[in-house]
């Protein structure tokens, strides 16, 4: 604490210079610990993803790698992008206050639509997960990007006062036009391009006898903002080392090559980019990811790195550092966009405060405590599939020496006619010798292959104990269709349960920052109102993003990984349940279950068997409710009426059936008469 009467010292704000420098020594630091700690086990992880030979191999004995990381990597993917990726609903955005209701409810719709529609929404979430299931760490970053969309409208005999009435609307909501007409000669007017009620106006009047119409094209362009998803390849990743969460690192960003042109668009001048000396070499891992590349070789094949060349490879990066850049005596969060060339210096090209959580989220599959990285699956299997790969290759070997033996041979046995293998080929021995005398005997080598493929089952085990990933739910085990449901759906279960974890761990994490910082980047950029096409129903959306408060909570379903027939199964006992409810309580709206509740049900059955527009098959639950409170479903029925209502179709119904059985031994009867007396009369 500080005394009485003792004087505070202020530092000066951090200027340029000083925040670059303090900038590339945080960069450098979090380079460093990503070199020496975790580069090393990436190469080594996709090694063992491609099956790549370990170094030891011998010559003339088996190479075999086998497969076990991959394998528990893409029987992996496939539930967890079903979870992540089947239904839009994945997230839901909770009001934080009264009245907040109706903007959770278009964030719930909205901003999963700019993740998977506006964005390669399959891709990137593909991209981060595998890449967190393989290298330990995976990030994605959001952004706004000032994006030009541009609209040619072919106007054919408009007048000039119509023109100026089209040019004036579109100015009006921010587009720049520009005209390419000519006169035309006279004849009747086409109509107006369709630009919208709000663009169009008014209907004129037809144009006066021989007043001038023009003819061409007319070009509007709107700028604006979009949101902007990107995966992070995981070396280019940057982190202070020893921080514990995003928000706990005093350094967070990025790192990315650009060229010089791309550069000067960014706002430097040539002579800023021409003092930035380039050495950026491609690492290790993109050139072991792209196999045509080299380590250290440029991008165009071609050493661009000594000269002035506008496609000079660049390092662009983007950080989130905490410093005290005001001189206030605390640290605030700024957001820094600077370009050096691999060595010391640089240029910053941007800089701003920053509040609320840095743009960036990271995703690991197995979280450790009191560390941002945690461990992969490749933790997880590597010793498994460099044994298993040993005792494949002792197995091959061994059934190798048992089919083809080693011979024992005497002299009077002819070498080259013992080393032809070709099928039937006889051996021959030289002359005077006999078959009998034993000249050839073959070793016996014991065979192995029991005790292998022991070894090998128990490796399956342990990997299946260690990442939940069964041969039961791979559909791999023939054995399993003699056990009985109960039996595998217990199995399944206990296997399920970590990979089940995993999904929650994704989802409570890095899924659930990724849609925080799009609302928020929806949120920065918004201008007003919107409209989108929903994918569900048969009408645009309409939102106001523009209204949203800054933040809200959000909850992430992740129901889990469970396969579609447990799913199902799960949804049928809903709604049985639902109808044991609806009939209790008297219709389909009561105090167990709602309109709205059924409409859910069957939207939620309709993405379980795969349909991603469940508004083919079903109304969407705003629909259902708007329709049953116009009907007249939506007054209470007397659960009394319903009963009687149902014992009066039953008791028709088994009339009916009994007249039928009457009919029917009636028909018998007069048959058999007639047989009868057919039989009589002959």
Known sequence: MRKPGAMTYKPDALDDDALLTLLRKEEQAAAAFQDGTLAALRRQALAYYDRQPYGDEQEGASQVVTSEFADVIESLMPGLMRVFTAADDLVRFTPGAPGQEKWAEEASAYVPHVLMRENDGFRIISGLLKDALMYRLSGVTVDLEEVEETRTLPVQGIPQDAIDLVVAAAEQQGATVTLDLEPEAGGPPAPMPFLGASEAGPPKPPPAPGEQRLSGTITLTHHRQRV???????????????????????????????????????????????????????????????????????????????????????????????????????????????????TNGGRIIERMPWEGPAAIALATPILMPHTLVGRSLFDQT????????????????????????????????????????????????????????????????????????????????????????????????????????????????ASQQRQDLIARVFGETAIERLYRLIYRAIKRGAAGPLHYWPGKGSAFAQCDPSQWPDDMDLSVDVVGIGNREQALGHLALVGGLQEKLIALQGGAEGPFVSVANIANSAQKLAETLGYRTPGLFFQSPEVAIKIGAAGPSSSPVDATLLLAQAEIEIMREKAAAEIAVRREKARADVEIAWFKARNQTH
């Not at 020893?242 to 001048?269: N, P």
């Not at 440029?298 to 506008?310: H, M």
């Not at 051996?427 to 000249?439: F, S, V, W």
């Open 382 to 493: 590597q010793d498994l599939q460099l044994i298993g790969s040993v005792i494949t290759r002792g197995l091959l070997d061994n059934l190798y020496l048992v089919n083809r033996p080693r011979p024992v041979i005497s002299d009077h046995v002819n070498i080259d006619s013992l080393i032809d293998w070709t099928p039937g080929s006889p051996i021959r021995l030289r002359a005077g010798a006999r078959p009998g005398d034993n000249h050839v005997a073959w070793l016996q080598v014991p065979n192995v292959t029991d005790g292998a493929l022991t070894a090998l089952e128990h490796l399956a085990t342990v990997r299946e104990n260690r990442t939940g990933v069964s041969r039961y739910n791979q559909g791999l085990d023939a054995e399993s269709l003699n056990k009985t449901l109960g039996g595998l759906d217990r199995i399944m279960s």
């Open 228 to 342: 902007a998803v990107e995966n992070i390849a995981p070396e280019d990743i940057r982190f202070s080392p020893g921080a514990r969460t995003e928000d706990k690192a005093s350094f967070l960003g990025f790192i990315k090559r650009a060229t010089a042109s791309e550069l000067v668009k960014l706002g430097l001048t040539a002579e800023e980019i021409n003092d930035l000396n380039a050495d950026c070499p491609f690492s290790t891992e993109e050139a072991q990811r792209n196999e045509g590349l080299l380590d250290g070789e440029p991008r165009s094949g071609q050493d661009r790195s000594g000269r002035p060349d506008s496609e000079r490879p660049l390092w662009l990066v983007l950080a989130y550092i905490r410093a005290d850049t005001d001189g206030d005596g605390k640290s605030e969060l700024e957001r820094v966009i600077y370009a050096h060339g691999g």
